[in-house]
């Protein structure tokens, strides 16, 4: 894809120019028959690049995908607390990660260095989809009758449909060149699980997935994805682990959490030598990998002149967000720009809106390193809202401590006007929108709105994470008028904030 940044009003032709001799004949044949035709096919191809030309569309091309990921921590002013170590309550050594992740990844959770490279194996297959379009929401602008400019950087071109591949490829990699031979992981809407699974089949490791239960009923087609790049799939929790038999004596009919699939396996990648432990976002190397976003963002509203007034994006553990906004931070940081930068999360899991800042277990069962973040606590388990990915107690460390020093703030949107956003984004700009990025459509919408009663020409830019094809039953819930709002309950928050770990460090 060579026109990276189109309006949603741009011709979108990608028809070449003539050059095959073979074509050049058939050509002159059709000249003979319909001159007439040809030519007006031939002014069009011209006019067409004429207006690209004249248009402020930027092009950006393969060989400029972002050779090095951007490490937040190395400018921050404040260093985040690091994990502790769950029996010790120290801060953990490299040696006791080591059990779950290859030697690189460990390094990388840990670094202070501010740009680290890709592997040039790993670039290589950011080429099947990177570099991902800008795209201008002209229609959307139309519709809301708004004068702010609304721009949205799309993560669905992936093959797995959404941003996780940028993560999911290089973790794999890294495995795969230390010897790994399995890996496992957990999955709440499926893309991530998707997302390992695809980047597995290209590097030859094998792949064990616990899907949260609530989401694995809910989206069969995501369960399909991931069995057709090899993937095992199992419901979580599951009676193949001693944290998912321990949820399902308490609880038979458990909808499951994201942190209940990540005790399953943690528990096996801790039990296995020859298995390594895989994480779809929270931790620092994750939030890293995904800054390919963000750096690619930069340059491509640098080639069109404009500058992001307002950034938004969706959080359920944090990698989608930090993966725009993250280096645009280290803009702000060092005063080359000045935008407000929005998360937002359901109103059914708002665990940095309403949680507390504390060191908490990133998993049910208590097998992780303590992190510190906003948490709702290990032992919540949220409704099955429909953002399945969004569905976690807590929030990534990074995040919730750039949260703390004030350089973003967050809100919290209930599902059924996400999903009324939804709706209009799909019938203006023409993208059906994965349950969570519909997140920040609503926000993206507020905000636009506030913009018409205002008159200000803001600029916005949205994460729109990844598409929602496999995810239609949640749209066809919301155009029946089955969808519910749900939020979440003090009392069962309050409950599982009593076995917070209590930490003095």
Not at 46 to 62: E, H, I, N, P
Not at 72 to 91: E, G, Q
Not at 169 to 184: D, F, L, M, R, S
Request: with cysteine; proline share 8%.
């Amino acid at each position: 894809m060579e026109g990276l940044l189109l309006s949603s009003t741009s011709p979108r032709v990608y028809s070449p120019p003539i050059h095959n001799k073979r074509r050049c004949c058939n050509e002159q044949w059709l000249l003979s028959l319909a001159p007439k035709a040809l030519q007006m096919r031939q002014r069009s191809y011209s006019t067409y690049r004429l207006r690209v030309r004249a248009s402020s569309v930027a092009t950006f091309k393969a060989e400029q995908i972002p050779q090095q990921w951007y490490n937040l921590v190395a400018d921050l002013p404040i260093k985040p607390p690091p994990p502790l170590h769950p029996k010790s309550l120290k801060p953990v050594k490299p040696e006791d990660l080591s059990p779950l992740f290859p030697d690189e990844l460990i390094m990388q959770e840990g670094s202070n260095e501010r740009f680290i490279d890709i592997p040039a194996e790993v670039v290589d297959i950011y080429r099947l989809w990177r570099p991902t379009p800008l795209i201008r929401a002209k229609r959307l602008e139309k519709l809301l009758n708004t004068p702010a400019r609304i721009y949205y950087k799309y993560e669905g071109v992936s093959p797995a449909g959404s941003h996780k591949p940028n993560t999911a490829v290089p973790q794999a990699w890294y495995n795969a060149q230390q010897g790994i031979k399995n890996i496992v992981t957990e999955t709440g809407a499926g893309q991530w699980g998707s997302s390992i699974a695809f980047a597995c089949s290209l590097l030859g490791l094998n792949c064990e997935v616990w899907q949260v239960r609530a989401s694995y009923d809910q989206k069969p087609y995501r369960k399909l994805m991931m069995q057709t790049w090899g993937a095992k799939v199992h419901p979580s929790p599951s009676n193949l682990t001693e944290s998912g038999r321990k949820i399902l004596q308490s609880d038979p009919s458990s909808p499951g959490s994201l942190g209940i699939a990540i005790s399953e396996a943690v528990e096996v990648a801790a039990t296995n030598s020859d298995t390594k432990y895989c994480l779809g976002s929270v931790l620092n190397h994750v939030l890293l990998h995904q800054t390919v976003i963000g750096e690619e963002c930069i340059k491509q509203m640098e080639a069109i002149g404009e500058t992001p007034d307002v950034i938004i994006g969706c959080t359920g553990g944090g990698s989608n967000f930090a993966g725009l906004s993250f280096p645009f931070i280290r803009e702000k940081l060092h005063g080359r720009i000045n935008p407000v930068i929005r998360a937002v999360e359901p109103a059914a899991c708002p665990s940095l809106t309403k949680g507390v800042y504390a060191y908490d277990y990133g998993d049910t069962a208590g097998m992780t390193p303590l992190l510190k973040m906003h948490t709702l606590g290990h032992d919540f388990i949220p409704d099955p809202i429909h953002a399945g990915g969004l569905r976690y107690h807590g929030m990534a460390p990074l995040i919730s401590h750039i949260y703390e020093l004030g350089f973003m703030e967050a809100i919290a949107i209930p599902q059924i006007e996400c999903f009324q956003g939804a709706i209009k984004f799909a019938r203006s700009e023409g993208l059906i929108a994965a349950p969570e990025p519909t997140h920040a459509i609503a926000a993206t919408i507020r905000e636009a709105l506030h913009c018409r009663e205002t008159g200000e020409s803001k600029v916005i830019l949205m994460a729109m994470c990844g598409h929602g094809h496999f995810d239609l039953t949640s749209y066809e819930k919301y155009l029946q008028g089955n969808m519910v709002d749900l939020s979440y309950s003090d009392e069962k928050v309050q409950a599982a904030l009593s076995t917070i770990p209590q930490v003095s460090f």
